[in-house]
């Protein structure tokens, strides 16, 4: 079987809880399901709270990316979204050599938002 390596560029912002209700525009495209029910109104990211909408789908419930407290949200060029634990992206992606040679970068915080 022949081993494949990916080489797109992504976009990648970490999602932090405590940002996202202090400004949720840092997110755009994360929602809030609390909003659709007082069953979540007690939760937390850790519990399932947060998600992202499956565009294709009518129904969070059945077709949506939940996101954890850590995770990162990414959007490759093509518009495609997908989540990866923090574990799992901080092993496996690099910025790239521009994104690492600006100024007062730092993947680790969502203040950079998704463009």
């Known amino acids: 079987m022949p081993n494949y390596i990916r080489n797109t560029k992504m976009k990648a912002i970490q999602f932090i809880e405590k940002e996202y209700a202090e400004n949720t525009s ?3 495209g994360v929602f809030d399901k609390a909003m659709l029910s007082e069953l979540w ?3 937390t990211a850790e519990d399932g709270r947060y998600y992202i909408p499956n565009p294709f789908s009518h129904s969070f419930v059945l077709e949506s ?3 954890r407290e850590g995770d990162y949200i990414i959007t490759e060029e093509s518009g495609y979204v997908y989540t990866l634990p923090k574990e799992v992206f901080e ?4 910025l790239t050599k521009e994104e690492a040679s600006k100024k007062d970068y730092d993947i680790m915080t ?3 938002g998704l463009e």
């Open 110 to 112: 969502g203040s950079e």
């Open 26 to 28: 840092y997110y755009p």
């Open 91 to 94: 092993e496996n992606h690099e």
């Open 65 to 67: 990316t939940t996101l």
């Open 41 to 43: 109104w007690g939760k």
